[in-house]
């Protein structure tokens, strides 16, 4: 898989990667630069596809330290320094004597010109905390966290919940609270919403908005024929 641009209107399509593993791009606020996860790593490169930098170079899912392998891109902090993303590695039942592997799924961060990595969200271990996306003031990151259900891929049990990091004091905060899956968070550009997914009133999601205080709770766009997915701000 590579990386495409294209205007708005479909034309004037450019390729602007040749790999076989890039995926989950993401602009900079300043539309300067592309991160992107890049067949275990983590890049970023120039609008125009030049300057492709690794900032996190991926290990060994089996030896990594916490949020230093399979890097999936969230999102870019509002000063251009920084890029949220989150790991996602599945883990094993130790068949054929091999030993098993727990699920890591954490919340992590990057400093694109130092590298330093920073882990945001580890704990409960074992527990899916995931999709990441920087608040505008650049204070708070909000992601999707299943720690409050027994959840493993297709029991059909999963409680996917909105939570609010906030990067000053270390706080967790639960925004949603409702046994559906409430997925994708991403910000207004003011910061007084959170738009996501859920499948708590139609089995094939709609799209709601919350404030970060779990008040104010609206469904926005309710399509019963189709996937109400992926929700962004302009």
Not at 134 to 157: E, L, V
Request: with cysteine.
């Amino acid at each position: 898989t590579s990386i495409y641009v294209m205007n708005a209107d479909g034309s004037d399509i450019q390729q602007l990667t040749r790999g076989s593993g890039d995926v989950s791009p993401r602009w900079s606020p300043d539309g300067e630069r592309i991160a992107f996860s890049q067949a275990g790593n983590l890049a970023v490169m120039n609008a125009d596809g030049s300057g492709v930098k690794i900032v996190m170079p991926g290990q060994s899912p089996e030896t990594a330290p916490l949020c230093e392998s399979a890097p999936i891109v969230g999102g870019w902090s509002p000063d251009n320094k920084h890029v949220t993303y989150y790991e996602g590695i599945p883990g094993t039942t130790g068949s054929s004597g091999a030993t098993p592997r727990p699920d890591r799924y954490n919340v992590c961060a990057v400093d694109v010109e130092t590298g330093e990595v920073q882990v945001l969200v580890s704990e409960p271990a074992g527990k899916l905390h995931a999709e990441p996306h920087w608040s505008p003031d650049g204070k708070k990151i909000a992601f999707r966290d299943d720690r409050d259900s027994n959840c493993f891929p297709g029991s059909g049990s999963c409680d996917y919940e909105v939570y609010v990091l906030d990067l000053e004091t270390g706080e967790e905060t639960n925004v949603t609270n409702n046994p559906a899956l409430d997925i994708e968070p991403v910000w207004s550009p003011d910061g007084e919403w959170i738009m996501f997914a859920s499948n708590r009133e139609d089995v094939n999601f709609d799209l709601y908005v919350i404030h970060p205080d779990g008040t104010g709770l609206q469904r926005v766009l309710d399509d019963p024929e189709a996937k109400d997915s992926y929700p962004s701000w302009r």
